[in-house]
């Protein structure tokens, strides 16, 4: 069980850097399309924010289930 959780959180960790820097790089491009002009600082700040929260949200389930299916349920040798 504890080899199962330290796998998920470690694979979540690995990924939250890449995963959240793509999701703001994709963001800030899309809203400087869409308004037409560079962003100030607390715009791309905001972006980051946002980024990394997605980023949170995108990746523990994703370790979650790539552990799951590669390890199968914790306890259910």
Do not use: T
């Not at 069980?1 to 939250?16: E, G, N």
């Not at 793509?22 to 400087?32: A, C, E, G, K, P």
């Not at 995108?58 to 979650?64: A, G, M, Q, R």
């Amino acid at each position: 069980m504890a080899y199962f959780v330290i796998s998920v959180l470690v694979l979540a960790a690995l990924l939250y850097l890449p995963v959240s820097k793509l999701i703001w790089v994709v963001s800030v491009r899309r809203l400087q399309r869409k308004l037409g002009r560079e962003l100030d600082e607390a715009e791309v700040r905001g972006q980051a924010k946002r980024a990394r929260f997605i980023a949170l949200l995108l990746c523990l389930p994703f370790s979650y289930l790539f552990n799951l299916n590669l390890l199968g349920l914790p306890g259910h040798g």
